[in-house]
């Protein structure tokens, strides 16, 4: 089963489980998103349904990974004869979604794709890890006091700078 969604003007080809990085989206990491902007939705087996132009029901729901900054781009603009260079680089903010349901008239409900909570690439640790993260749950929220104000001396002041006075012109004698 896949889907046509639209994101930030750009329309992607979907499926559950698959990563997929959009234009900047203003959601915390780790939070859903719904994209009911489906323009196709094909169920395993069954029939395309096309929107005209959303598919009506439909919706794709993501899980956000995180904002990534995309790969640098060179933009260079030059005049010949003119001595005109101009050399600007550019990244694009990005959003990663993991894509973890489709849904939609005609699609049997599925579960949705779980992935372990853990990151790849960090080991997961005992029991005593476990308890002591409920104990800090238990606790409630670490209290976050403002850093002390350090005092900063004040810059000493330059030595002032005083010009000579003008010679008085003499009459010749």
Do not use: C
């Not at 896949?2 to 750009?10: S, T, V, W």
Request: net charge positive; glycine share 10%; no cysteine.
């Amino acid at each position: 089963m896949y889907a046509i969604i639209q994101a930030g003007g750009r329309q992607y080809r979907v499926q559950p489980g698959e990563r997929l990085m959009v234009d900047r989206m203003f959601a915390e990491p780790g939070s859903t998103i719904q994209f009911e902007d489906v323009r196709l939705l094909v169920p395993e087996g069954g029939e395309a349904l096309v929107g005209t132009p959303v598919v009506a029901g439909a919706r794709v729901g993501a899980t956000v990974l995180g904002h990534p900054r995309g790969e640098k781009i060179i933009v260079f603009k030059y005049k010949p004869k003119k001595r005109y260079r101009r050399r600007m680089g550019f990244r694009a903010a990005l959003t990663e979604v993991r894509i973890d349901s489709v849904d939609g008239p005609g699609v049997p409900p599925a579960e949705p794709v779980r992935r372990s909570a853990v990151p790849a690439g960090v080991r997961e640790v005992g029991p005593t890890a476990a308890v002591e993260a409920e104990s800090l749950a238990a606790a409630g929220p670490a209290p976050t006091a403002a850093p002390a104000p350090t005092a900063v001396p004040a810059p000493a002041a330059p030595p002032a700078r005083r010009r000579p006075a003008p010679e008085a012109p003499s009459d010749g004698a």
